[in-house]
């Protein structure tokens, strides 16, 4: 594996940001960047061997700031939705900044998503930490994230994501990078085919907070348990849909263990023939189809995206999962390790 780091830009607070490139043997390539640990571009073959890239992304590194897409990059401390920015543990209540509608989105505007973290090529591999103060964000604990890629000459990414806390707390890791396996900035993701692993989902409020228990996706637009258009039921008149102007839901990955590698989604394009498996040791997954990409910063295609133009596949923990005592945990005790891992498998047919 060839792995090369550059310096790539300097943050707003005078630190160096970094690029990293990975080139397996078959000449397929993987940049990653300092900022939010962030995935800047998978190129991958087509079906006659034409490489594209196949990840959305900026022409610059400072337009990773505060963008609104979270594009690419490792949201935390607590990925996805908290209602009202509120929750409890042991007790004791902590508020949380609210920066989505009346909710705590991605560890707010401030989150992981929008820090250079500490970077190194370790072996085969490139690897991320970052450290969050206790009371950052209003959280509980000093934590320790280490976000850990390799890179396949099978044209497998393979992140791994770990955390260890000195006090109780809550924490939901994922990386939220955007797919268009036509090639970023090639139009829509609509005509793209997905299947999901989930025979359920999860409802939400108008403000996408989950209401309860999960439900069937059968005889609904969200049943994706054989392949469909992503377009296909995009605008049918359902509450899940209205919502979001498209998906913006999290569906529990049938047959869930924790530790255990499922096949959460395979996202598929007739167009050029690339193919992408899912598998995660996470229970649920996010699948968010770019409702709001319009009025993003300029992307590497020159010019800023549309509405729809990359699908954001996102394994992790249910969102607003610290006031529903139902779903799988999210808390993190002190001397325990969270661990969870995601891969990204590039095929064609």
């Given at each position: ?258 530790g255990q590698l499922q096949t959460a989604a395979t996202l598929y394009s007739e167009l050029s023939g690339r193919q992408m498996e899912i598998l995660t040791t996470q229970p649920a997954i996010q699948i968010y189809t770019g409702n709001w990409l319009s009025g993003c910063p300029v992307a590497k ?5 549309f509405d729809y133009e990359g699908v954001a596949l996102e394994c992790q923990h249910c969102p607003d999962s610290p006031n529903h005592p139902d779903y799988p945990t999210t808390v993190l005790e002190p001397g325990e390790t969270f661990q969870e891992a995601i891969i990204w498998s590039f095929s064609?047919?």
């Amino acid at each position: 594996m060839d792995i090369r780091k550059e310096l790539w830009g300097t943050a707003p607070d005078g630190k160096e940001i970094f690029l990293y490139t990975m080139k397996n043997a078959k000449g397929a390539v993987v940049r990653l960047c300092s900022i939010g640990a962030g995935i800047v571009s998978i190129c991958v073959p087509d079906r006659d061997g034409k490489l594209a890239d196949v990840v959305l992304g900026y022409s610059s590194a400072e337009s990773y700031f505060g963008d609104g897409p979270c594009a690419g990059k490792c949201p935390g401390r607590y990925a996805n939705r908290i209602a009202k920015g509120r929750f409890s543990l042991d007790g004791q209540e902590y508020e949380l900044p609210v920066n989505n509608g009346p909710n705590h989105l991605h560890g707010g505007p401030d989150g992981f998503q929008n820090k250079v973290w500490e970077s190194r090529i370790e072996g085969d591999a490139v690897e991320f930490m970052y450290f969050s103060e206790d009371g950052e964000a209003g959280y509980p604990g000093n934590l320790k994230v280490v976000a850990h890629y390799v890179w396949s000459d099978e044209n497998a990414l393979e992140l791994t994501l770990t955390a260890r806390s000195d006090r109780k707390t809550v924490i939901n890791l994922t990386n939220h990078a955007y797919f268009n396996l036509n090639g970023e900035g090639n139009g829509n993701i609509l005509d793209h085919q997905l299947r999901l692993n989930a025979s359920v989902y999860l409802p939400t409020d108008e403000t996408l907070i989950p209401v309860g228990e999960a439900d069937p996706v059968a005889l609904t637009p969200m049943d994706f348990l054989d392949f469909h258009r992503i377009g296909e039921r995009i605008k049918e008149d359902f509450p899940a849909l209205n919502y979001g102007k498209g998906y913006d839901n999290c569906w529990m990955i049938d047959g869930y263990q924790p530790g255990q590698l499922q096949t959460a989604a395979t996202l598929y394009s007739e167009l050029s023939g690339r193919q992408m498996e899912i598998l995660t040791t996470q229970p649920a997954i996010q699948i968010y189809t770019g409702n709001w990409l319009s009025g993003c910063p300029v992307a590497k295609c020159g010019r800023s995206y549309f509405d729809y133009e990359g699908v954001a596949l996102e394994c992790q923990h249910c969102p607003d999962s610290p006031n529903h005592p139902d779903y799988p945990t999210t808390v993190l005790e002190p001397g325990e390790t969270f661990q969870e891992a995601i891969i990204w498998s590039f095929s064609t047919r």
